[in-house]
């Protein structure tokens, strides 16, 4: 069940208003931009793990294995802080974790259908139950959880009322008319779905787009939300408890490999199109400094896709020709760059600590050099 989840999610801004004068316009798009490796830490522990979040507090990173179930804790010099393993029996067990990151300084596992879990020092010390019964098919590559006031937010489930049918239209487009993302008051549990896609995306229209991947990023009381399979930004303000749709930000990619959609009366056919080729995917949005930086990987067209088989190396062949690249933009959502790439050998994108470097594990079978532990790359996003 577990690399059936895995493979689920391996197939498929805060923003302030300021004035910019056209000049200053033109001046910043003349810069180039560049992420420089600064550094590198490593993880004396033999084996792959990826990076997942970051504790500003504790200033502790969060990283595991493809399947949730064991991860470790290390600080900022890479001392294991902790080495944990979920069980499927105890008092506490975690039959399926779907989702992992840190919500108020611990690691919390998304571990339906009793909820989220949250373990410190490799002990349960809560957890927020979801009030219904619920499903989830994929498992989420960014945990999502926030807490403003009274009410905890996180990634809406699946209702297990909801009809599950791969080969109809309908089900696809019910996924994405349901609230993305769900709000629950820590007095009374009542929940409540607080974020949808705007009526204007296209996402909405009668065709079968794929299974909504949401992405988000908080960043003061603005809401930056990424639907994974689309070069576009939906963003949000937070009102009071609401989050008020404001606009959507087109992400400006060369070569981006889009994906196939379908009519709903032809659903069936969705993934055998798709499975051709490797989709473009928007995966995460970084606030670094005075800049947003969408994470990207292009995609790979069906030409491209020709003599590599995903299957003959754990996909590494696929990844090495379809690596991550960032979009940078200024707080006025000008896009000021684009294609800016990683270190070849850079895992997903998922952390920026508290001295503003974008942290990223590196994939040891994309690296020429062979290394005795899991490597941290420090990277400074660098405007030349």
């Known amino acids: 069940m577990k690399s059936g989840y895995h493979f689920c999610l391996l197939s498929v801004f805060g923003?302030?208003?300021?004035?910019?004068?056209?000049?200053?316009?033109?001046?910043?798009?003349?810069?180039?931009?560049?992420?420089e490796i600064i550094d590198s830490v490593q993880v004396d522990y033999l084996g792959e793990m990826m990076l997942l979040d970051y504790d500003q507090n504790s200033e502790k990173y969060l990283l595991a294995t493809n399947s949730y179930y064991e991860y470790l804790e290390v600080n900022d010099n890479g001392e294991i802080l902790l080495h944990n393993k979920f069980s499927e029996e105890g008092t506490s067990p975690v039959n399926q974790a779907l989702g992992l990151g840190y919500f108020n300084g611990n690691v919390t596992v998304f571990n339906p259908p009793k909820g989220y879990y949250y373990f410190k020092d490799s002990s349960k010390v809560g957890e927020l139950s979801i009030p219904y019964p619920h499903m989830s098919l994929m498992m989420y590559?960014?945990?999502?959880?926030?807490?403003?006031?009274?009410?905890?937010?996180?990634?809406?489930?699946?209702?297990?009322?909801?009809?599950?049918?791969?080969?109809?239209?309908?089900?696809y487009q019910a996924l994405l008319k349901m609230p993305i993302i769900e709000s629950q008051d820590k007095t009374t549990g009542d929940t409540l779905g607080i974020v949808r896609l705007p009526e204007t995306s296209e996402l909405l229209s009668d065709e079968v787009h794929g299974f909504p991947i949401p992405v988000y990023t908080m960043n003061g009381d603005r809401l930056l939300l990424s639907m994974w399979f689309e070069p576009e930004i939906y963003i949000y303000k937070k009102v009071g408890d609401e989050f008020q749709y404001e606009k959507t930000i087109e992400v400006d990619i060369p070569d981006w490999v889009p994906t196939t959609s379908v009519p709903l009366d032809n659903a069936d056919q969705f993934f055998i199109e798709n499975q051709k080729k490797r989709p473009g995917n928007l995966t995460n949005i970084l606030v670094v400094g005075d800049y947003y930086l969408a994470i990207y990987n292009r995609g790979l067209t069906?030409?491209?896709?020709?003599?590599?088989?995903?299957?003959?190396?754990?996909?590494?062949?696929?990844?090495?020709?379809?690596?991550?690249?960032?979009?940078?933009f200024d707080k006025d959502f000008n896009q000021v760059a684009t294609n800016v790439p990683f270190p070849i050998a850079s895992n997903f994108p998922m952390v920026v600590n508290n001295k503003g470097e974008i942290v990223v594990s590196k994939v040891a079978g994309l690296s020429e050099t062979e290394d005795d532990g899991i490597v941290l790359y420090k990277l400074k996003l660098m405007k030349n």
């Open 302 to 328: 069906e030409d491209q896709m020709k003599g590599l088989d995903p299957q003959v190396d754990g996909g590494l062949s696929v990844r090495r020709k379809d690596p991550n690249f960032a979009a940078v």
């Open 15 to 35: 923003m302030l208003i300021f004035s910019c004068s056209p000049n200053d316009q033109e001046e910043e798009k003349e810069k180039t931009y560049s992420l």
């Open 141 to 171: 590559p960014k945990l999502g959880m926030f807490e403003s006031g009274n009410k905890i937010y996180y990634p809406k489930p699946w209702p297990e009322s909801m009809n599950v049918n791969f080969e109809e239209g309908e089900f």
